[in-house]
């Protein structure tokens, strides 16, 4: 049994496990539903994977991981598949470099979709058929990976599209509140020792596993994420030109990447526009700030003279007012596609955008890496990364957890990134 999962979450009905494997399954294929096929194919920088990658990679993680273990005789849709759709697996042999992803124009679109066919019969008959404990795992787990993969393929085609002259619609706009965002207030949390970590009966990942306590200083954060707006007037106050603002790599980012914005903002006759997944539309003010890099999101909270919250504080800042994800949140069930203003109770803790923590992605104190292939899922990322909480507009709701931890390099920003600010109390 791995360490992802416990026991008790492997006994859902038979008739109950095909339904979900089928609904998550189909939800990657949907969101691809809008691409032409040349969408499918094309990598325009190394950190994005074809969204055709995605649909193959996800089911070579079943194939790889589930069938050929557990399926008697399973014959592989295709031997060179390990190879095409491997993405960082040692131990399961040589794989494409990463970059060279968008050279795969064979198999075409047609072909993965029918081994995607394939393999989610080999997979239905195997659920059919009673499927072993430990298998029964291995597939929760793909699910998961599934999911992560759905909110990967937001971003590529984000950046897809978002990197086509045209700026083309990936789907139509939402209606769009232009109401002022409401002032932002300040909570409290009391100095204290607090429980960290996944406890629950559910799926978790292996590194929120080992519950344990930390001593936290008294502090308080910002009952909402940082607006369009309010980003607007760091850049209009001459951040991205005040070395004293960043720190030394982030400066040194921001002269190689001559960074004056958000990614995918534009100064057109004057006014910002963003490029959106509905296309290019002027900036909302209202709006939480998307697509800065943690190094962006450190200055920012420099110039209001504040701070990051660390991966604990925003964690029992949040188990402290939830105990599940509220349905008001924004993700991506919502298909707003991008990130809507605060509303009246909203404390954008979960939802609207991943909050960069000032915490190293580490492991816990209890840590106990998976033995095999599945050690490689999360284990060896754990350097020079930093920790991302509370999920994101294009977050499946049913893949979140409070205890959820992300990671991306300081760097990184085509993800859904966001702010939240935060001070000690002294
Ligand atoms: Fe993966």
């Not at 980012?253 to 490029?275: E, F, G, M």
């Not at 300081?410 to 001070?423: K, N, S, V």
């Amino acid at each position: 049994m791995p360490e992802f999962i416990r026991e008790e979450n492997v006994s859902l009905s038979k008739a109950a496990q095909t339904g979900r494997y089928s609904a998550i399954r189909k939800a990657s294929v949907d969101i691809c539903k809008p691409l032409s096929h040349e969408d499918h194919v094309v990598q325009p920088a190394a950190f994005v994977s074809p969204p055709k990658w995605h649909l193959a990679h996800s089911t070579w993680f079943f194939e790889h991981f589930i069938l050929s273990k557990n399926k008697k005789g399973y014959k592989a849709f295709n031997e060179s598949y390990n190879y095409l759709f491997n993405s960082y697996y040692d131990s399961a042999g040589s794989r494409v470099l990463r970059t060279d992803r968008g050279n795969i124009t064979r198999p075409g679109v047609e072909e993965i979709l029918q081994y995607r066919a394939y393999v989610d019969e080999q997979v239905g008959t195997l659920l059919e058929t009673g499927v072993p404990e430990e298998a029964a795992a291995f597939i929760e787990l793909g699910l998961h990976h599934e999911q992560q993969h759905q909110e990967l393929l937001y971003t590529d085609i984000k950046y897809i599209l978002g990197h086509n002259p045209l700026f083309p619609q990936y789907h139509a706009p939402a209606l769009r509140a232009e109401t002022p965002v409401r002032p932002a207030a300040f909570i409290d949390m009391n100095e204290g020792i607090y429980g960290i970590g996944y406890d629950g009966d559910g799926f978790c990942f292996d590194n929120e596993k080992g519950r344990h306590k930390v001593f936290l200083h008294a502090f308080r954060f910002m009952d909402r994420l940082i607006t369009n707006g309010e980003y607007l007037g760091f850049m209009e106050d001459g951040g991205y030109d005040n070395a004293l603002l960043w720190l030394a790599e982030g400066w040194d980012w921001v002269k190689q990447n001559r960074a004056a914005s958000p990614l995918y903002w534009y100064k057109i006759d004057n006014n910002w526009y963003n490029y959106s997944l509905s296309g290019l539309l002027k900036v909302n003010e209202s709006a939480p700030v998307t697509h800065v890099s943690y190094y962006e999101a450190d200055a920012f909270a420099r110039w209001k003279g504040k701070r990051l919250l660390t991966e604990f504080e925003w964690e029992a800042a949040c188990s402290a007012r939830y105990r599940e994800i509220p349905s008001h949140s924004n993700f991506a069930d919502k298909r707003a596609l991008s990130t809507s203003a605060a509303h009246e109770g909203d404390d954008q803790l979960l939802g609207n955008a991943w909050e960069w923590t000032s915490s190293a992605y580490l492991p816990y104190p209890y840590y106990k890496q998976a033995t095999g292939a599945l050690g490689e899922y999360n284990g060896k990322f754990m350097v020079n990364q930093m920790v991302l909480r509370g999920g994101s507009c294009v977050t499946p709701r049913d893949h979140m957890r409070i205890t959820y931890r992300n990671f991306f390099h300081p760097d990184e920003r085509w993800q859904f990134t966001g702010i939240r600010l935060a001070e000690s109390i002294v």
